[in-house]
């Protein structure tokens, strides 16, 4: 009897801890009048998540997966810069083009028709171009040709007989004999090399094909152009300027290829306007021009004599904001971003001046700043 009593409890205890454990995953609701309120779902608190204030907190893992890297920013005197739509020329000490002199039909060089892309050396024989003649002009030629062939011939054999009278007749006849052969054979070999005549064209510097654009068994114009050759080392930059004040100004160029930046030599500017603006030349040579192309739009970065309190910073770190202005995130705690609004000018293409917004000391966001602008 007393071990019926014990199992009973027991069945009981395991039923209330059943009930027990339903109830405390089961939501559970207060009576009328008793109501304290609902209760905010517990996010993660540990991961990125942006702040009431705009901040954005990162943590150190994050970040670190995110690659984020600061730099600290200090004010300086800083050139006054303007930023100028330009294009890629070609430079006309180190490149070339290849036009044939007479009209004609195209045929391949030893190596047979360079592509776009092929290097090639001064003075290679890039094709032929076979002259087109009219039929009543070629035949003229070869009746030309056939009388000199003939008389030719009799002035051989005139010198053969004068020869043999070498005793008897004057020296001076002789001579004038073998004159007459002579003359005769170059004339011939003249018109013979006019009837198939092909004009070798040439390469006129070392470089890159930048163009091909003919095909073999083309006919082709005078004048007309069949290759480019650059040396993509070596180019030319325009740029247009609209107020004329700033070719006078220059104290410096740089070019943006990437994250790289690439110094530009001012050789001058010209003295009558395109569509308004006045052509600047800049020359570059680096390794870092291989990426650009001729007649490829580019973007100058002029840089005056005049001076100006700034802070250089890198373009990567520049933002927009949800209204549509310019930001850049600065570090103020560990794992603690915020953002200021700034004001900048162009400086030389991969950096700019940032005048107003930040202040020396700060440590701003170079790279995964826009990681950084996505949190929510």
Do not use: C
């Not at 569509?275 to 970065?301: C, D, H, I, R, T």
């Amino acid at each position: 009897m007393k071990t019926k009593n014990t199992v009973k409890k027991l069945h009981w205890l395991a039923l209330a801890a059943t009930l027990s454990l339903a109830g405390a995953g089961a939501p559970s609701f207060a009576g009328e009048g008793h109501d304290h309120g609902a209760v905010p779902a517990v996010g993660n608190a540990n991961g990125p998540q942006r702040m009431a204030d705009g901040s954005v907190f990162l943590p150190k893992p994050a970040q670190r997966q995110l690659n984020v890297r600061t730099l600290v920013v200090e004010t300086a005197e800083l050139p006054r810069a303007f930023e100028l739509n330009g294009r890629v020329l070609m430079d006309p000490n180190a490149g070339g083009k290849v036009q044939p002199i007479n009209a004609g039909r195209i045929e391949p060089g030893p190596n047979g028709l360079p592509n776009a892309g092929q290097t090639v050396k001064k003075g290679e024989v890039l094709a032929y171009v076979v002259s087109a003649v009219a039929p009543l002009e070629k035949a003229s030629q070869s009746a030309q040709l056939a009388e000199i062939r003939a008389a030719k011939a009799l002035a051989e054999k005139r010198l053969a007989r004068l020869r043999e009278l070498s005793d008897t007749v004057p020296r001076k006849e002789v001579e004038a004999a073998e004159s007459e052969v002579v003359s005769l054979t170059d004339r011939m070999s003249a018109v013979s090399a006019g009837l198939a005549s092909k004009e070798a064209l040439l390469a006129p510097v070392s470089g890159v094909i930048a163009s091909a654009q003919v095909v073999a068994g083309q006919v082709v114009d005078a004048r007309e152009l069949i290759f480019e050759i650059v040396d993509p080392k070596r180019v030319r930059i325009e740029a247009l300027a609209f107020d004329g004040a700033i070719a006078s100004n220059i104290g410096g160029a740089t070019l943006a290829v990437g994250d790289q930046r690439v110094p530009l030599s001012f050789i001058g500017a010209a003295r009558s306007l395109r569509e308004q603006a006045l052509p600047l030349n800049f020359q570059a040579q680096s390794p870092e021009l291989l990426g650009l192309a001729v007649g490829q739009p580019v973007k100058v970065v002029v840089q005056s004599k005049q001076k100006t309190q700034g802070i250089p910073v890198p373009q990567a770190s520049l933002m927009k904001n949800a209204a549509n202005q310019n930001v850049i995130w600065v570090k103020t705690a560990p794992e603690k971003f915020e953002p200021r609004t700034v004001t900048f000018e162009p400086l030389d293409g991969a950096s700019v001046t940032v005048t107003s917004g930040l202040k020396s000391g700060d440590r701003v966001a170079t790279q995964g700043a826009t990681l950084i602008n996505q949190v929510r």
